[in-house]
Structures are given as structure tokens and as C-alpha cells.
């Protein structure tokens, strides 16, 4: 079955870094545009980061412009989100998300909680 299985989210004080991870199974990862979401307790789930399925282009929500980047290795089936210059309003849960132009498959993973807190 399809799997994303996000990882390396935790506490994190405000300006340093987390980088996460999700890793994806069951599925021609190589076809998948890639996103990363995230959703604070009250607020509605955002895109944070896109990646298409070649790779080169890449978009991010104004709010993480400069300091987020999303990268992905079709070889070993994960993409990745450098999260830097944290501040507490990046503190959610972050998602990562594929969906393919090629079909109508669209898959969610489970969540990883990044809080940005002294």
C-alpha cells in the first residue's frame, strides 16, 4: 500500500533549524509532484513548499520564502523540508503530500509536530 511517513520534526528555539523528512512506498514516487503542508491548532492547513515531479521547480508560501527549501531524491523516494530562521509562528503540523497529473492518486501522510518555542 501507499505510505508517507514524514520524520525529524520537535522542539525547536526561535532562529534555528529542523530539516524534515518524508519517506514514500507504494508508488512511482519519480510521477509525484510533492508538497509540504502544515496546520496550527485554530487555522486552516496551508501549502508551506511544492516540488514537481523533475525537481527544478520548486514553490513556497511567501510567509517561508528564504528560509524554508524543499528538495526530493526520486531514487531513494523522499522529500525533504529545510526548515531555518524558525519563528513560533511556523509551529504546527507539518504534512507531507503527493499528488501525480497522471492520475487522479492523492496521498497524505500522518504529521509531524514542529513547535518553535524559548
Known amino acids: 500500500q501507499v505510505q508517507l511517513v514524514e520524520s525529524g520534526g520537535g522542539l525547536v528555539q526561535p532562529g534555528g533549524s529542523l530539516r524534515l523528512s518524508c519517506a514514500a512506498s507504494?508508488?512511482?514516487?519519480?510521477?509525484?509532484?510533492m508538497k509540504w503542508y502544515r496546520q496550527a491548532p485554530g487555522k486552516e492547513r496551508e501549502v508551506v513548499a511544492a516540488?514537481?515531479?523533475?525537481?527544478?521547480?520548486?514553490h513556497y508560501a511567501d510567509s517561508v520564502k528564504g528560509r524554508f527549501s524543499i528538495s526530493r531524491d526520486n531514487l531513494k523516494k523522499t522529500v525533504d523540508l529545510q526548515m531555518n530562521s524558525l519563528k513560533p509562528e511556523d509551529t504546527a503540523v507539518y504534512y507531507c503530500?503527493?499528488?501525480?497529473?497522471?492520475?487522479?492518486?492523492?496521498?497524505w501522510g500522518q504529521g509531524t509536530q514542529v513547535t518553535v518555542s524559548s
Open positions: 507504494g508508488l512511482r514516487f519519480s510521477l509525484y509532484t
Open positions: 516540488i514537481i515531479s523533475g525537481g527544478n521547480i520548486r
Open positions: 503530500y503527493a499528488e501525480t497529473p497522471y492520475s487522479d492518486q492523492k496521498y
